[in-house]
């Protein structure tokens, strides 16, 4: 079905299915590493590319395909490159835009592994990177060298929940001919479109808000144009590190009531960072959806809601944090986040352990700071749960 003209959830639900002989309502598994040619000319036409078609599971997959059809239409992309992970979708980018004597400018607090795997190791290959508060753009202007081929930014940033604009993000890249790369993964395409506002590439953990449900790893990559599509295609494939058709088969699953869980989840994220924010034991907290964020005004602007990720302080610091993690009933002690559970995690000591100390504090993330991804429980359990863990600290 063509879906192209029609709204968001419809697209969730059809966008990308595979015209079945059966008449299957789903995309079926199709668990299969290699594809029959028809004959001799019919497999040379496919390695030609003469004709489309399937050949080996690592290079596409009709399983695969389908998701990556069905996500490329929610971004507004050329196409969509599945990958094993939300990492395999990172350095499948960092490989075919980066070479030897190449620099990126990053967010500073973006995901920890996507800085730890160009710090610890695309710099033993003469890479080099900038990381910065990409929410000052003077602080991005100010990074630019003859040599910057990304620009990497992470908004909301993961944990420190700062925005970084990425309209002008993309006229500073345009200016200086550098690649605007974007993981979106804490607003999914539902929340945020970066291609629609310059981004040359997007990319998601699909691991979190698109799958949901806290059962399977993947990543997938969104391009523009069909250029940037060819250049990091091949990559990923070269790699291995393509999705597997029972991962798709999953993730499409769980990214048809992405609406509705992100919805729910919103609703009970912006009234419990009210309530934390009038809590007298709270220190800060930032959430989009508060008039108090920073950037209150670039949120309404650039995301269609303000998602259910926030992070806070409490007053007595790193004790008081874990003190509130050792007593929460409801909320699960675990990192990853954007399922339908409410989970809690202290990213200076968990996610972001890998960052030194000097550079975490540097991309603000104190060892007070608590990150809650908010869930779809109710919100009155989700409130007492905090406030009983409260009273303990
Ligand atoms: C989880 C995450 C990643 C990495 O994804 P994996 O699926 O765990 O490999 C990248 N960016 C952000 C913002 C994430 O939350």
């Given at each position: 079905m063509?879906?192209?003209?029609?709204?968001?959830?419809?697209?969730?639900?059809h966008?990308?299915?595979?015209?079945?002989?059966?008449?299957?309502?789903?995309?079926?598994?199709?668990?299969?590493?290699?594809?029959?040619?028809?004959?001799?000319?019919?497999?040379?036409?496919?390695f030609?590319?003469?004709?489309?078609?399937?050949?080996?599971?690592?290079?596409?997959?009709?399983?695969?395909?389908?998701?990556?059809?069905?996500?490329?239409?929610?971004?507004?992309?050329?196409?969509g490159?599945?990958?094993?992970?939300?990492?395999?979708?990172?350095?499948?980018?960092?490989?075919?835009?980066?070479?030897?004597?190449?620099?990126?400018?990053?967010?500073?607090?973006?995901?920890?592994?996507?800085?730890?795997?160009?710090?610890?190791?695309?710099?033993?290959?003469?890479?080099?990177?900038?990381?910065?508060?990409?929410?000052?753009?003077?602080?991005?202007?100010?990074?630019?060298?003859?040599?910057?081929?990304?620009?990497?930014?992470?908004?909301?940033?993961?944990?420190?929940?700062?925005l970084?604009?990425?309209?002008?993000?993309?006229?500073?890249?345009?200016?200086?001919g550098?690649?605007?790369?974007?993981?979106?993964?804490?607003?999914?395409?539902?929340?945020?479109n970066?291609?629609?506002l310059?981004a040359?590439?997007?990319?998601?953990?699909v691991?979190?808000?698109?799958?949901?449900?806290?059962?399977i790893?993947?990543?997938?990559?969104?391009?523009?144009?069909?250029?940037?599509?060819?250049?990091?295609?091949?990559?990923?494939?070269?790699?291995?590190?393509?999705?597997?058709?029972?991962?798709?088969?999953?993730?499409?699953r769980?990214?048809?009531?992405?609406?509705?869980?992100?919805?729910?989840?919103?609703?009970?994220?912006?009234?419990?960072?009210?309530?934390?924010?009038?809590?007298?034991?709270?220190?800060?907290?930032?959430?989009?959806?508060?008039?108090?964020?920073?950037?209150?005004?670039?949120?309404?602007?650039?995301?269609?809601g303000?998602?259910?990720?926030?992070?806070?302080?409490?007053?007595?610091?790193?004790?008081?944090?874990?003190?509130?993690?050792?007593?929460?009933k409801?909320?699960?002690?675990?990192?990853?986040?954007?399922?339908?559970?409410?989970?809690?995690?202290?990213?200076?000591?968990?996610t972001?352990?890998?960052?030194?100390?000097?550079?975490?504090?540097?991309?603000?993330?104190?060892?007070?700071?608590?990150?809650l991804?908010v869930?779809?429980?109710?919100?009155?359990?989700?409130?007492?749960?905090?406030?009983?863990?409260?009273?303990?600290?």
């Amino acid at each position: 079905m063509d879906t192209k003209n029609k709204g968001f959830n419809t697209k969730l639900i059809h966008a990308g299915n595979l015209e079945d002989p059966f008449g299957s309502a789903t995309v079926p598994i199709y668990q299969s590493s290699t594809f029959s040619f028809r004959n001799a000319q019919h497999g040379a036409n496919l390695f030609s590319g003469k004709e489309n078609g399937f050949i080996y599971t690592r290079i596409s997959n009709p399983t695969i395909k389908a998701l990556e059809d069905n996500i490329a239409e929610l971004e507004n992309g050329y196409g969509g490159i599945a990958t094993s992970s939300g990492m395999g979708a990172v350095s499948s980018i960092y490989m075919s835009l980066l070479e030897k004597g190449a620099h990126m400018i990053s967010t500073a607090s973006v995901y920890g592994p996507s800085r730890g795997l160009m710090e610890n190791h695309f710099s033993r290959f003469g890479v080099e990177a900038t990381f910065v508060d990409t929410s000052v753009l003077d602080n991005i202007r100010a990074s630019v060298q003859p040599n910057t081929k990304i620009l990497f930014i992470e908004t909301p940033s993961n944990p420190t929940i700062q925005l970084t604009d990425i309209k002008a993000c993309s006229k500073i890249a345009t200016e200086h001919g550098i690649t605007l790369v974007v993981d979106n993964t804490f607003c999914s395409p539902y929340l945020q479109n970066p291609l629609d506002l310059g981004a040359d590439v997007v990319f998601h953990s699909v691991t979190k808000f698109i799958n949901g449900h806290a059962d399977i790893v993947g990543g997938i990559i969104v391009t523009k144009t069909r250029e940037f599509y060819q250049k990091i295609r091949p990559l990923m494939v070269t790699l291995g590190n393509n999705m597997d058709p029972h991962q798709a088969f999953m993730v499409h699953r769980g990214v048809k009531t992405l609406s509705l869980r992100i919805e729910k989840a919103q609703e009970n994220a912006m009234k419990i960072a009210a309530w934390l924010e009038q809590h007298p034991k709270i220190k800060w907290i930032k959430y989009p959806g508060l008039a108090s964020h920073p950037q209150h005004e670039l949120a309404k602007k650039q995301m269609r809601g303000f998602g259910s990720m926030m992070s806070f302080e409490i007053k007595g610091g790193l004790k008081a944090g874990e003190k509130l993690m050792n007593s929460v009933k409801l909320a699960l002690l675990a990192v990853s986040l954007g399922g339908v559970e409410t989970l809690i995690q202290h990213p200076a000591s968990m996610t972001h352990s890998g960052i030194p100390g000097e550079e975490k504090l540097k991309a603000g993330i104190t060892d007070g700071l608590v990150r809650l991804s908010v869930g779809i429980e109710n919100v009155e359990d989700q409130i007492a749960d905090l406030e009983q863990a409260l009273r303990n600290v």
